[in-house]
């Protein structure tokens, strides 16, 4: 944190924070297709096209350098509910530019790229003929305000099928956002009803979602989804390079889902206020705050907010049954190879913490199924069939079909274990919840090569532990 903290001071002293501070004033390190300069002018400028792109490079390194830092303070202000030390208004860069653009290998194919004429669906007789530059995306603040209120009558965004950073950018903005919302409504909450020992799932009103998710949709419709038939066009359809496509989309939209729970599902780090300060203690806290409570002290589901969870836990969860480098790659001749998922340490914290809010939603669906008559016993009440317990199979039916995808053994049976285990250990929980703990622990602990797949697991072993403890004591107490 020392060292963060050191950086953002030594980029405040020395206005690394905004564009052309260091180049003198040359551009943002857009493509110049991007930046509004024209192409012909850009080249102009320098000696050679080999020049030009050995400008481009450092210019948007620059850019890229600074956005890094910009989404590490801010998943750390995420994740450990620590306070941010930048500002979306203090990055005064254009967002990153294409990846095709950013990865050309050579001075020719980047300039190739940038000269390449706009396409447009509306002017099909007429692709070459649009002298007119591209748009800029416009700073991160000014694109967040065009994503929450569109006007009609300013430059549209371009689609960002093709600058995965960008819209990491974007969607990490809109998360801060979120964060900031959530305390403020907690602080208001728990000053005006300050003696509720029960209070609804979200405290943030609908008013004040409403404008973020409209952020966070209309973001949606210029990225690419998983599941559309453009996806493989954006990610290459060589099943050799494809994860190198999916790898850069994978966190974006992993963020993309956990902020549209937490507008919902608000993280409890951040409503309980407790400050951490490694990830390690924040694994544990995140652990301990986001297990299901006594009725006494749960928080009160309305329909509508289980459907809203629901719809994108089922999402994180087939993102990490299958993320984009898995735990059994195939090399060129169909051979497989272990290789652990190399996926960002954060991004691994978001679906954990989005698979925490999960776990309360498949305890709710339990509960409104099946009863145990008795403390211990697998012998379960089915309750009557009614419109609730309809609905909770319906949802525990999507989690159980979203935890098979992306092949591998099926949960339960992965490394010896089984969720009958935590059936012994654990007590009353039941199958399906067992399914659930032993999916989540499997999928963290492939996550290898950082460790907080690690610190997932140990949270898990340790419960488990206490589990066992308290069964032994319970059967002790019965026999005596």
């Keep these: 944190m020392k060292i963060h903290r050191r950086i953002i001071d030594a980029a405040r002293q020395y206005q690394l924070l905004q564009d052309g501070t260091l180049a003198g004033g040359c551009g943002s390190g857009t493509s110049p297709s991007q930046s509004g300069i024209p192409v012909d002018d850009f080249l102009a400028n320098s000696s050679s096209p080999e020049h030009a792109w050995h400008r481009f490079i450092e210019n948007e390194s620059r850019k890229r350098t600074i956005y890094c830092l910009y989404y590490l303070d801010a998943q750390l202000s995420i994740c450990c509910n620590v306070r941010p030390l930048l500002t979306a208004l203090e990055v005064k860069y254009e967002l990153p530019c294409r990846d095709d653009v950013w990865s050309a290998p050579s001075a020719a194919a980047w300039n190739l790229l940038v000269q390449a004429p706009e396409f447009s669906f509306n002017e099909e007789d007429d692709i070459d003929a649009n002298g007119e530059p591209k748009p800029a995306h416009g700073d991160l603040y000014e694109t967040l ?87 493989p066009i954006v990610v290459g359809s060589d099943p050799t390079n494809s994860h190198v496509g999916a790898a850069l989309w994978h966190p974006v939209w992993m963020a993309w889902h956990y902020t549209a729970i937490s507008l919902t599902h608000q993280d409890a780090l951040l409503t309980s206020g407790i400050v951490e300060y490694s990830l390690p ?67 691994t914290m978001l679906g954990f913490k989005a698979c925490m809010m999960g776990w309360r939603v498949v305890r709710l669906m339990v509960l409104g199924l099946e009863q145990p008559f008795m403390l211990g016993s697998e012998i379960l009440h089915l309750r009557m ?29 992965a490394d010896g274990h089984s969720h009958n285990k935590y059936l012994d250990e654990l007590g009353t929980i039941s199958a399906t919840e067992a399914k659930y703990l032993e999916w989540m622990q499997r999928t963290f602990a492939t996550r290898r090569i950082w460790p907080l797949g690690e610190w997932v697991v140990a949270v898990f072993n340790e419960t488990r532990e206490e589990g066992r403890d308290k069964i032994n004591l319970l059967q002790s107490e019965l026999v005596n």
């Design 145 to 231: 305000m065009y994503l929450m209120n569109p006007d009609p009558t300013a430059r549209p965004l371009g689609l960002l099928w093709y600058s995965s950073f960008a819209s990491l950018m974007l969607v990490i903005q809109i998360q801060m956002m979120t964060r900031e919302l959530t305390l403020a409504s907690t602080f208001l909450y728990n000053n005006i009803r300050y003696n509720d020992t029960r209070h609804g799932l979200s405290i943030i009103t609908e008013a004040n979602r409403a404008p973020i998710m409209q952020a966070l949709n209309n973001l949606a419709e210029l990225m690419p989804r998983r599941d559309s038939t453009t996806w």
């Design 281 to 347: 203690t924040a694994v544990s806290t995140a652990w301990e705050l986001g297990k299901p409570r006594a009725k006494v002290h749960r928080d009160i589901y309305e329909d509508r907010d289980v459907m809203r969870v629901v719809d994108n836990v089922e999402s994180v969860i087939k993102m990490l049954t299958s993320p984009p480098i898995g735990a059994m790659m195939r090399d060129s001749i169909g051979v497989s190879n272990g290789t652990p998922c190399i996926e960002d340490p954060f991004v």
């Design 385 to 413: 069939p009614s419109i609730y317990s309809v609905s909770a199979q319906v949802v525990l039916s999507k989690v159980i079909e979203a935890m098979s995808i992306g092949g591998g053994s099926p949960p339960g049976t």
